[in-house]
């Protein structure tokens, strides 16, 4: 196939094309189970019966989301908390309007034989991040250890890969529960020619040490949000997104089988794992899918002004202003859902147990 | 100064390229001795594999030489076949060669775009660099230069703009157009200092002849510096299409644009720790694109050199 | 070089350069274009105020890597064209290759390295370096060491000599010029090869990992103060090859 | 009104010439005065690293004097130049090598626009005048010496110019060759009135050929005598003729005075 | 036990060349033989394009003839090639731009081993027997071009080698240069019995110089005539002697008969 048949054909997304209010949505990485609900909303025809013609724009390395929607290219995109904060700070004016996942993927995985069972652990490693901004949890919970990240360990640049980890390179990897931590149980051990199991590392996870901050989050543009035609769209948009979401946490497996038609070629029960793990980042949600909590959002924000990372650098400088974020609309996306029916709590979910395949197969 | 009369003696030595049958015969040879090339590398590989230290040899807390345990090193056999598995364990998944052939294919396209533009942009400013020799001073520092931006910086520039422009009414920017662009940022380099350096490369009789003739500048360029650089253009023009095509690959990953090798090795890269060789069959199909890139232009070249030659023009 | 030729060397790029500047500012500020898109000048200058040393630090950390890279690519190229001119066979096997691996990505490059040679060991950055620098001085060398004045080839023959002693005497100082096109071009090659392996591996310490967790925080202007950390290495390094070049080849001014 | 004389075809007044080199200036040129008429035929001679082949880029405004000034053709010769007043044949042939014989030979007419019709045909005469229309088809590299500076002699006389400058043209011809050119240069000359500015380093040729022949010292070139060659007609006969051999003792004796010194030892400027 | 005459110092026969080009072939040569006996001087003399040039690639073993033998000095030219048998000038100097010119004539010492003193020494006096002590580190395209092929000359004399072949060396040289430097050469192989073989295209050198003179047709290149020169001495007073004038004559008849077709155009074999 041509690479603009592709393209155009990824781009759309699976958009509706009947009619319907063209929205644009700018997702921070590759398709993959990560993006599940909104994938599982435009095959569902949720954002179509919203009046909407969802578009899903995918990411890459160096596509920023939430510039791209201050720059006007999509209507609303999907960035991690952190980072959209920063860009507001350079003049971006986007407000978070729904935080679809309530808590962080990110672990710090190391060989349970290394002994490194907290972060004081960590000492004189070798310690390996993506950078790319996903580094802050890991130096706020090294600073509250009282570890300097510039001088008590070995920052080490870390790929998509885990083999840095299993090569005995890194002492204490950077994984997300969906993605890389998976990839580890994928693989063989040399030693025993079996899979590794959860009980051959030991993960040190930022919700539990306290310095968890908020990811996947929807961002819309500020400006825009001053228009009610805007208002409108943003709360039907959330409306079909909490519906995705509520889908893939009830049909896991369809949504994986969706996000593999889009084009993800990571393996079946990779796959599965991800839809699986990424639900556990959304459900249960107390006050409702995407609602912001409040304690969440301090606690982030007092990080990125906190924290500073081997350069000395904070991700933000100033408190952010009220416009950061705001409730009102997956407020009343909530309500209206919930008068029709739609679980959006989940508070009865209880994850599925994922068996990984060799290889995520 | 006698170096443009003595490269044109120099080739006279080589077979007449008016000769079809000597021709095709170089051909075929180069292309074995490319698989002998490939042949003994793979052989390399295998041999170092099987008799290599599993954790290499480290001089002075410094590995030198390559682990050789199947992780790091992947067999051969074991790459081919990752080739002919499906991408995804679900029924009717293409291959990983399927995907790897479509990908190249794909990216064989964008780079050709970034190729073509950016050789236009380069001979450009090589003309122009040679006519004005205050640009030349001014501007190519800031050409190599330009190349010690990564496009990490640009990308979300090229993107961003793109993005914006509507083309036509009815065509708007594509992101492989974005790719094509970024592609060409790589490849405008090495063709506008060649060039230049061709434009320059005229015998000190040969431009007096012209200045003798009030020559314009335009006959000038068109009768003396243009032949007269074409040895240092098809060189350049090579070296641009593997550029291009390396340009084209980062930008797909910059701005994650579907369809070529770019992305595939993005998505095979996050799953080699448990199926390393997806990620040297992308490599794989990145290599033999930058072959196949060089190769057509090189014949692409050799074609025009026939043709202008048999026209009685430059060879 | 007299005062006034130094002057007419340096005047333009400096003249070029600061009118790029003064458009880019009246750009950005005209067009009101928000920082996150594209930083003026005057906030990448105080950017880079704050974050100078730094700058400094990690340029040598990639300076590092890049020299080493850049002399043993160079090295090889340089020998591998010599030897490629002197045996025919060899030159029909290495060329094919080395133009597969000039237009090997180093994205593809570096996590194979990586994996060879481990992510945290400086060697992969290094070789990564090496492979890119190795093409442009492997083709321009070859080609100036192929192209011989036919008087000069009947002249060494005539003298009894062959092989080695063509190249040594003859070929190689007619090279010189290619060698240092080639070079030029790869000077300011190995520093955007050394920032980009950054991405992939070894330790955070250089402009390419300082550059993407600026840009990955819209810190643009402090991500762009390490971009000119970067093309001030390249600068660096075209300005060594430069010299080198005037010292090495002191005919070189009149042929151009 | 008074009558004016016409004006000279090439004009050099207080021409200086200064290389410089890694190794300091060399003083190629020195206070040159030259004044040739319409329709004469001038050699230059003296010896070798005199400055002749300087002058005569001087007169063709390829290089730009360091002092006095240069007119050709009662202009400047840069204007005389832009006007294609001249044809020139270099020391060297200066062919390009990615054109046949022929299509050297059209390139002037092809520069200044002239049909592709008529500049073949002109090419093919001027081969024919040289002896070369059997190689008009191959390429420069696959001459002989000889034949390669007499590509370049057919490519100067292209335009029928009415200035010829010819730097040592003949220098790489065997005699028959060059005595037949020789003739075909006079007689291009009675026809079209050319004037003929000429290299050379034989006296004989310079003799038989010049109606002026500037003599010039070693380096800084300096000109030492203008002897004037008056014969009634240049033939064969003329080889034999008495004033044919007194102009070329005259001239023998003039290079005598100007090389006192080693021969191009000029290094009291260096 | 007979004793056999000396063997001869070249000793061509049945030498064939042809070249091949995009549009067929040329012959260049065509059954030439030739014997030159130690301590000669042979001129190869013959109109612009006869193969003068190549018959003495030959016998410097830098082509391969198309059909025939080439001996030198009794061995194969290749051997003698391999020996340091000859030195040559080319007709262009070939000059290595990257080295002074002191070390442009000392290249052939330097590559067979000659110590950097005895080199030096060697140079600069043959520098000076060229008159070229001056420019000894100046840059070849400093050089005018008479001044290059004087220092190709020096460089051809740097090993004093048994056979000197000399392609029209002083071509680019005015009147006195040249004579002076056939007065060197006549003196330097006076002292060291070298065997020369040299082309010209001036009759009164190829005579002046020569024992004997080999007279070429145009293409396909022939020996016409070998004209043998009988001179007592060769002195300024030789360029009056009747034997002199009787040799030219005999070179010029024979060059005029084997030029009976216009010159250089040999188109027969094409
Ligand atoms: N580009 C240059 N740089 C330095 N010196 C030069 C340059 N061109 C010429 N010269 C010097 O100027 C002097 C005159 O050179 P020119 O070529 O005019 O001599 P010429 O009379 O033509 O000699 P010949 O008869 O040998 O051709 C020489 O000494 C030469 O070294
Ligand atoms: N490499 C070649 N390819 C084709 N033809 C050639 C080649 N070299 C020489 N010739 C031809 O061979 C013939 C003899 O050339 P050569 O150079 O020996 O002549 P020459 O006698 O030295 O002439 P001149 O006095 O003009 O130097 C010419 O017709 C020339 O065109
Ligand atoms: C260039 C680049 N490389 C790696 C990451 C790491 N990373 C952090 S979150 C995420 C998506 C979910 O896995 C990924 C891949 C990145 N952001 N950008
Ligand atoms: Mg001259
Ligand atoms: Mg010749």
Redesign the pocket.
């Known amino acids: 196939g041509s690479a603009d048949q592709e393209t155009s054909s990824g781009g759309a997304g699976g958009s509706g094309g009947s009619g319907g209010t063209p929205v644009k949505l700018q997702l921070q990485w590759v398709t993959q189970g990560q993006f599940a609900g909104y994938f599982a909303a435009v095959d569902q025809g949720f954002y179509r019966e919203e009046g909407l013609d969802v578009q899903i724009l995918e990411g890459g390395s160096d596509i920023v989301p939430q510039t791209v929607l201050a720059q006007g290219q999509a209507d609303y995109a999907i960035a991690w908390v952190p980072k959209a904060l920063a860009s507001r700070e350079q003049g971006a004016a986007i407000t978070n309007v729904a935080q679809v996942f309530q808590r962080s993927g990110t672990l710090q995985v190391s060989f349970a034989s290394a002994g490194i069972t907290d972060v004081a652990g960590l000492r004189g490693k070798k310690v390996g991040n993506w950078g790319f901004g996903n580094e802050y949890e890991l130096f706020a919970a090294m600073t509250a250890a009282g570890l300097d990240p510039s001088s008590d360990v070995v920052l080490v640049q870390q790929q998509f890969d885990m083999l840095g980890l299993l090569q005995g390179d890194i002492d204490a990897a950077q994984a997300m529960t969906y993605n890389e931590y998976a990839q580890l149980l994928e693989a063989t051990n040399p030693e025993t020619g079996e899979q590794y199991t959860a009980g051959d590392f030991t993960v040190l996870d930022w919700n539990e040490v306290g310095t968890a901050m908020l990811q996947d989050a929807v961002w819309a543009s500020t400006d825009r949000l001053a228009d009610t035609a805007y208002q409108e769209q943003t709360v039907k948009f959330l409306k079909g997104s909490i519906r995705g979401w509520a889908f893939a946490r009830d049909n896991p497996e369809q949504a994986r089988d969706i996000v593999v038609a889009q084009g993800s070629t990571l393996g079946a029960s990779h796959q599965l794992w991800q839809v699986n793990e990424v639900n556990k980042l959304v459900w249960p949600a107390a006050g409702g899918a995407g609602l912001i909590d409040e304690a969440a959002w301090q606690r982030t924000v007092q990080i990125a002004r906190d924290t500073r990372n081997a350069e000395g650098q904070t991700v933000i400088t100033t408190e952010p202003d009220d416009a950061a974020w705001t409730n009102d609309h997956v407020q009343r996306a909530l309500d209206e859902l919930s008068a029709d029916g739609v679980d959006v709590t989940g508070t009865g979910f209880s994850p599925r147990t994922v068996t990984l395949e060799p290889g995520g197969a | 100064m006698t170096e443009l009369l003595a490269t044109a003696r120099a080739e006279?030595a080589a077979p007449v390229p008016g000769a079809p049958a000597g021709r095709l015969a170089t051909a075929l040879r180069r292309g074995a001795m490319a698989l002998v090339g490939v042949a003994v590398l793979v052989l390399v590989w295998e041999l170092y594999r099987a008799l290599g230290p599993v954790q290499g040899v480290q001089v002075g807390g410094e590995r030198l030489l390559p682990r050789a345990d199947p992780r790091s090193m992947p067999g051969v056999v074991e790459v081919l076949r990752t080739l002919g598995r499906p991408e995804v364990s679900l029924p009717g998944s293409r291959t990983v060669g399927v995907a790897v052939l479509a990908a190249a294919g794909g990216t064989l396209l964008m780079a050709a775009g970034g190729w073509v533009l950016g050789s236009v942009v380069g001979i450009g400013l090589a003309v122009l660099m040679q006519r004005f020799r205050l640009v030349e001073r001014g501007l190519l520092p800031y050409v190599v230069l330009s190349q010690t931006v990564p496009v990490i910086a640009i990308a979300p520039l090229v993107a961003g703009w793109g993005g914006r422009l509507q083309l036509t009414p009815a065509l708007s920017w594509q992101p492989w157009m974005s790719v094509v662009v970024l592609s060409a940022y790589l490849a405008f380099c090495p063709v506008a200092v060649g060039m230049l350096r061709g434009l320059h490369a005229t015998t000190g009789i040969a431009r007096e002849l012209f200045r003798s003739f009030a020559a314009t500048g335009r006959q000038t360029l068109l009768g003396l510096r243009f032949p007269a650089s074409l040895p240092f253009l098809a060189p350049a023009l090579r070296l641009a299409a593997a550029q291009a095509v390396v340009g084209a690959i980062v930008a797909e990953i910059s701005t994650g644009t579907r369809g070529g090798i770019g992305r595939l090795v993005l998505q095979y890269a996050q799953q080699a720790t448990s199926a390393p060789g997806r990620l040297y069959a992308a490599i794989l199909g990145a290599a033999l694109l930058g072959l196949l890139a060089s190769a057509l232009v090189a014949s692409l070249v050799a074609v025009l050199g026939v043709l202008v030659h048999r026209s009685g023009g430059p060879r | 070089m007299t005062r006034g030729n130094r002057l007419q060397v340096l005047l333009p790029p400096v003249l070029v350069g600061v009118s790029a500047l003064l458009l880019w500012q009246l750009v950005v500020v005209a067009g009101r274009i928000a920082t996150f898109v594209l930083p003026s000048p005057t906030a990448i200058a105080s950017a880079l105020g704050t974050v100078a040393g730094d700058v400094a630090q990690a340029a040598v950390a990639t300076g590092t890597t890049a020299v080493t890279g850049l002399v043993a690519g160079s090295c090889a190229g340089v020998l591998a064209a010599v030897l490629a001119a002197r045996f025919r066979l060899l030159d029909e096997v290495l060329s094919p290759l080395s133009a597969a691996a000039n237009a090997m990505p180093i994205i593809a490059l570096a996590p194979v390295f990586n994996a060879m040679f481990g992510s945290t060991s400086p060697v992969p950055r290094r070789l990564v370096v090496a492979v890119a620098v190795f093409f442009p001085l492997f083709v321009n060398t070859a080609r100036g060491l192929r192209r011989i004045d036919p008087v000069h080839a009947d002249l060494m023959r005539s003298l009894a000599v062959s092989g080695w002693t063509v190249t040594r005497y003859v070929r190689l100082p007619g090279a010189v010029p290619f060698v240092f096109t080639g070079l030029r071009l790869a000077s300011s090659l190995s520093v955007i090869a050394a920032v980009v392996a950054e991405y992939f591996g070894g330790r955070q310490d250089g402009l390419g990992s300082r550059i993407t967790s600026a840009a990955s925080a819209t810190a643009y202007p402090r991500a762009w103060s390490y971009v000119l950390g970067a093309v001030a290495l390249g600068l660096l390094f075209y300005l060594a090859a430069l010299l080198l070049e005037r010292l090495l080849s002191p005919t070189l001014r009149r042929t151009r | 009104m008074t009558t004016h004389p016409p004006a000279p075809a090439v004009r050099v007044a207080g021409l200086h010439q200064r290389f410089g080199t890694a190794h300091g200036d060399v003083h190629a040129l020195s206070g040159i005065d030259l004044d040739i008429a319409p329709g004469a035929f001038v050699s230059l001679i003296g010896p070798s690293g005199c400055g002749k082949s300087t002058l005569l880029r001087c007169i063709a405004d390829l290089v730009q004097p360091t002092a006095g000034s240069v007119e050709v053709g009662g202009r400047s010769a840069h204007e005389a130049r832009l006007a294609h007043h001249y044809g020139i044949a270099f020391q060297q042939a200066g062919l390009l090598e990615w054109r046949t014989v022929q299509r050297n030979v059209e390139l002037p007419l092809e520069l200044h626009g002239v049909g592709r019709r008529e500049r073949a045909e002109r090419a093919r005469q001027l081969l024919g005048l040289v002896g070369l229309s059997d190689?008009a088809r191959?390429r420069p590299?696959?001459?002989?010496?000889?034949?390669q500076?007499r590509v370049a002699i057919a490519r100067s006389l292209a335009e029928e110019p009415p200035l010829l400058l010819m730097d040592e043209p003949f220098g790489?011809?065997?005699e028959m060759t060059r005595e037949r050119l020789q003739a075909e240069l006079l007689a291009i000359r009675a026809r079209t009135g050319t004037t003929v500015v000429f290299v050379t380093h034989s006296i004989s040729e310079a003799v038989f050929l010049s109606t002026q022949v500037v003599v010039m010292s070693a380096r800084p070139g300096r000109v030492v005598r203008v002897v004037d060659v008056d014969l009634p007609d240049r033939a064969e006969a003329t080889r034999e003729d008495p004033a044919f051999f007194a102009a070329i003792t005259d001239v023998r004796e003039a290079l005598r005075g100007g090389t006192a010194r080693t021969p191009a030892l000029g290094g009291e400027d260096r």
């Open positions: 006279r | 190689v191959m590299s696959e001459l002989s010496g000889g034949m500076q790489a011809l065997d």
